[in-house]
C-alpha cells in the first residue's frame, strides 16, 4: 500500500464521523418545536386537570352560543369579503374601468390598520355620540342613531380590514388565469356571464376558498374587535374566565375548541394552497389577455370601488385626523407614549432577533435534510400563527408559574410568546433566502477544506441575508401590534403601543390613542410594502395580528 493511498479517508468513516455533526442542526430546531407545543401541552394538561363544574359548562348552551357566535362571525366576514374581493379584483385587472390602477394600488391598504384601532375608529364614528350622531343632530334633529355593538359591529369591522387576505389572491390570481378558456366558451355561444361561471371561475375558486379561510381563521383568533364590540367569541369568553373569574380550567377547555376549529380550517387551507408551478404556466398565457369593455357599468364599477376605499382607508384616516386635531397636543409625545414607544421596540427587537435564531435552524433542516423528522419540526413551529394569542399567553402563564417561575411577569416572557406566534414569518425569510444560495458554492467551498459552519458564516449566510432579515424585520412589526398576550405577559409597569391603545379605546378616551395609532399603521405600512411582494408570490399571505 502506498503512503498516499493509506492517507485516503475511509468513507464509512468519514459518514460516521458527519452524521453527529449533520445531526446538531436539529437541536435548536427541535428546541423550536418544543417551544410551540408549550400552548398545545398547557391546554392538554388544564383540560386533564379541570374540575366538573368546568365539564358541565363545557357541555352548557353557553358553550353552544360561543361555537355558533364564533362560527358565525367567521363564517359571515369570509363570505363578504370574498364578495367584495372578487369583483373588486376583475374590475382592477380585466376591464376598461376609469382609475383602475390606483384602486389596485390602494386595495391592499386597509391591512396597515391594526384591526382593534379599526373597531375604535368604527364606534367613534358610528357609536353612540359619534361622529355620525353629531353630524345629523343639528341640521336634522337625530338624537339616537341605531347601536353598533355587537355582531353587526363585528363583522363589519373585520371585513373591513381584513378582506385584503382575499383580494391580494384574487388579483394575483386573475392575472395568471388562462383566457383561452373563458374565450372558447364566449366561442361555443355561452354569454359573457354563463362563460365567466363556467370556465374563469373554476380557476379562481382554490384562491377565493384559501383568502376566505385565512379571513376565517383571523375572526376566530381575533381579540380586540370583538372585546371592544362587545360580542362574546371564544377568545373573549376565555380571556374573561383568565382575568376575571381565574378558572385556568374552564379556560384550558375552551381553548382546546378553539385550536380544534382553526386546526380544522388550516387543513382546508393547506389542501387548497396554490400550486405554483402551475400559476407560472398560465401566467405565460395570461399576458395575451386583454381588457374587457365594459360600458356605462364602469362607472357603476367606479362607485364599488370607490365605496370600498372611502369606508375602509378614507374613513379610518379622517376620523385618526379628527382625533389629533382635537386631542390635547401635549399628550403627543409624553412620558406615557415614549415608553410605550420604547416598551414596543424592546420587546419586538429582541422577538425578531430570537425568532430568526430559531428560524434559520429550521429552514436548514427543512431545506437540506428532508424526511419525517423534518417535516414535522416544520409544521410544529409554523403551526404557532394559528394559535391565538390568548391560548399563547395562559400557555406560558402555566409553563412559568410550574417550571420557571423567574420567567414570571419578565420581559423575556412576553417575548418568547412573540416568537411562538411569529416565528413562521422568520421561518419564511430564511426559507426563501436559503434558497437564493446556490448550493454548488458550498460544495466548492467544502471541497477547498473548509468547514461546516466556515462554509455556512463566509458563504451562506451572507447569499440569505436579505430573506432572514425580510423575516427578522416582519416579526418585528408584527410584534409591534399584538395585544392579547401583551395584555396578559407584559411586566407590571410595561406598556407598548398596543396596550396603551386599548386602554384608551377600553374608556373611550380616543383622543388618547391618536399618536399610538398613527405610529402603528405607519410601522404596518412599512410591513405592508415590505411583504406584499412575497405574500403574492407565495400565493398565501400571512395573518396579520
Excluded at 3 to 15: F, G, I
Excluded at 106 to 119: D, E, Q
Excluded at 177 to 195: C, H, K, Y
Excluded at 385 to 403: N, Q, S
Aim: net charge positive; aromatic share 10%.
Amino acid at each position: 500500500m502506498s503512503p498516499s493511498a493509506s492517507q485516503e479517508p475511509d468513507p464509512r468513516l468519514t459518514s460516521s464521523a458527519r452524521q453527529p455533526r449533520r445531526n446538531l442542526i436539529f437541536i435548536p430546531a427541535g428546541f423550536a418545536a418544543l417551544l410551540t407545543l408549550i400552548p398545545i401541552l398547557y391546554v392538554v394538561v388544564r383540560s386533564i386537570d379541570a374540575d366538573h363544574y368546568a365539564w358541565e359548562r363545557l357541555f352548557s348552551d353557553r358553550t353552544l352560543e360561543l361555537l355558533v357566535n364564533s362560527l358565525g362571525l367567521a363564517g359571515a366576514v369570509a363570505i363578504a369579503a370574498i364578495a367584495i374581493s372578487l369583483p373588486y379584483a376583475w374590475l382592477v385587472t380585466s376591464t376598461n374601468m376609469p382609475g383602475r390602477r390606483f384602486f389596485e394600488i390602494t386595495g391592499p391598504l386597509p391591512l396597515v390598520v391594526p384591526s382593534y384601532v379599526g373597531a375604535a375608529i368604527m364606534l367613534d364614528a358610528f357609536g353612540p355620540r359619534g361622529l355620525l350622531q353629531q353630524l345629523l343632530e343639528s341640521p336634522l334633529g337625530v338624537e339616537r342613531v341605531p347601536s353598533i355593538y355587537g355582531f353587526f359591529g363585528a363583522f363589519v369591522t373585520l371585513t373591513l380590514f381584513t378582506y385584503p387576505y382575499v383580494l391580494l389572491l384574487a388579483v394575483a390570481a386573475f392575472k395568471r388565469v388562462d383566457p383561452a378558456m373563458e374565450e372558447t366558451a364566449r366561442g361555443l355561444g355561452l354569454s359573457p356571464v354563463r362563460a365567466f361561471v363556467r370556465a374563469t371561475l373554476p380557476q379562481l375558486r382554490p384562491a377565493l376558498v384559501a383568502g376566505g379561510l385565512l379571513c376565517a381563521l383571523y375572526a376566530i383568533s381575533d381579540f380586540g374587535v370583538v372585546s371592544l364590540m362587545r360580542f362574546d367569541t371564544f377568545t373573549r369568553a376565555i380571556y374573561n374566565l383568565y382575568r376575571s373569574f381565574y378558572d385556568p380550567g374552564g379556560a384550558a377547555l375552551l381553548a382546546s375548541l378553539v385550536i380544534v376549529l382553526t386546526g380544522t380550517i388550516l387543513a382546508f387551507e393547506y389542501r387548497l394552497r396554490l400550486d405554483p408551478q402551475k400559476l407560472a404556466v398560465r401566467s405565460a398565457r395570461s399576458a395575451e389577455r386583454t381588457l374587457a369593455t365594459i360600458g356605462r357599468w364602469r362607472y357603476a364599477g367606479l362607485a364599488f370601488c370607490l365605496t370600498v376605499f372611502l369606508l375602509s382607508i378614507a374613513m379610518p384616516l379622517f376620523v385618526l385626523g379628527y382625533w389629533i386635531a382635537t386631542g390635547p397636543q401635549a399628550q403627543w409625545f409624553d412620558a406615557e407614549t415614549l415608553n410605550a414607544i420604547t416598551g414596543s421596540v424592546s420587546a419586538s427587537g429582541w422577538a425578531a432577533f430570537a425568532a430568526t435564531a430559531l428560524a434559520i435552524p429550521v429552514a436548514i433542516v427543512s431545506l437540506k435534510h428532508p424526511g419525517r423528522a423534518a417535516r414535522a419540526i416544520e409544521i410544529i413551529t409554523t403551526s404557532g400563527f394559528a394559535l391565538p394569542g390568548v391560548v399563547v399567553a395562559l400557555g406560558l402563564v402555566f409553563f412559568a408559574t410550574r417550571f420557571a417561575g423567574v420567567l414570571y411577569q419578565s420581559l423575556a416572557l412576553l417575548v418568547i410568546a412573540y416568537v411562538i406566534r411569529f416565528i413562521p414569518q422568520a421561518i419564511e425569510g430564511a426559507r426563501a433566502g436559503l434558497e437564493r444560495a446556490d448550493p454548488g458554492l458550498d460544495e466548492a467551498a467544502r471541497g477547498l477544506g473548509a468547514n461546516r459552519m466556515r462554509v455556512f458564516r463566509t458563504i451562506t449566510l451572507p447569499l440569505a441575508a436579505p430573506g432572514v432579515a425580510a423575516g427578522a424585520m416582519l416579526v418585528f412589526l408584527t410584534a409591534m401590534k399584538e395585544l392579547p398576550a401583551t395584555l396578559i405577559l407584559k411586566p407590571t409597569g410595561f406598556e407598548t403601543l398596543a396596550t396603551r391603545i386599548w386602554e384608551a379605546a377600553s374608556t373611550a378616551s380616543y383622543s388618547q390613542a391618536a399618536v399610538p395609532a398613527l405610529i402603528l399603521i405607519a410601522i404596518s405600512a412599512v410591513a405592508l410594502a415590505a411583504g406584499s411582494s412575497k405574500r403574492v408570490d407565495s400565493g398565501r399571505p400571512r395573518p396579520r395580528d
